[in-house]
């Protein structure tokens, strides 16, 4: 079982920054991949960000971003696996919306289907003003 609580969001103005976190409470040992998506009114859920943990099977620490958020954008996660973060840099107005941190996902390739996460936090509230 995965927990998760986002924090961080708010509002600021355009070409401002945000540091997204998600705090991940799990029972399990291994880290499971996870993502950021976000929503905006009458919008559907979006892919923006996701990390998949390195293994000796699977490879380095994998991550991807959405096409309009690369280069602005950095997901990380911390060493002990607890919290996932999302750094947003010279946002817009576009990117305003509910940010939503998902964990449990087993196909990378298509890492942006709402449906593939298993689990789901509540949604923080980011803001960007023209």
């Known amino acids: 079982q995965v927990r998760l609580e986002e924090s961080g969001g708010g509002s600021v103005q355009a070409g401002g920054s945000l540091r997204l976190s998600c705090s991940v409470s799990?029972?399990?040992?291994?880290?499971?991949?996870m993502a950021w998506f976000r929503q905006s009114p009458g919008k559907g859920r979006e892919g923006v960000a996701a990390?998949?943990?390195?293994?000796?099977?699977?490879?380095?620490?994998?991550?991807d971003y959405a096409d309009s958020v690369k280069g602005r954008f950095i997901i990380s996660r911390d060493n002990s696996g607890n919290t996932l973060s999302l750094e947003m840099n010279d946002l817009k107005p576009e990117d305003s919306g509910m940010y939503y941190c998902?964990?449990?996902?087993?196909?990378?390739?298509?890492?942006?289907?709402?449906?593939?996460?298993?689990?789901w936090g509540q949604g923080t509230q980011v803001t960007v003003s023209a």
């Open positions: 799990r029972t399990r040992f291994m880290e499971p991949p």
């Open positions: 990390i998949y943990p390195g293994n000796g099977f699977a490879g380095p620490t994998f991550t």
């Open positions: 998902a964990a449990d996902s087993a196909n990378r390739k298509d890492w942006t289907a709402v449906g593939g996460w298993t689990f």
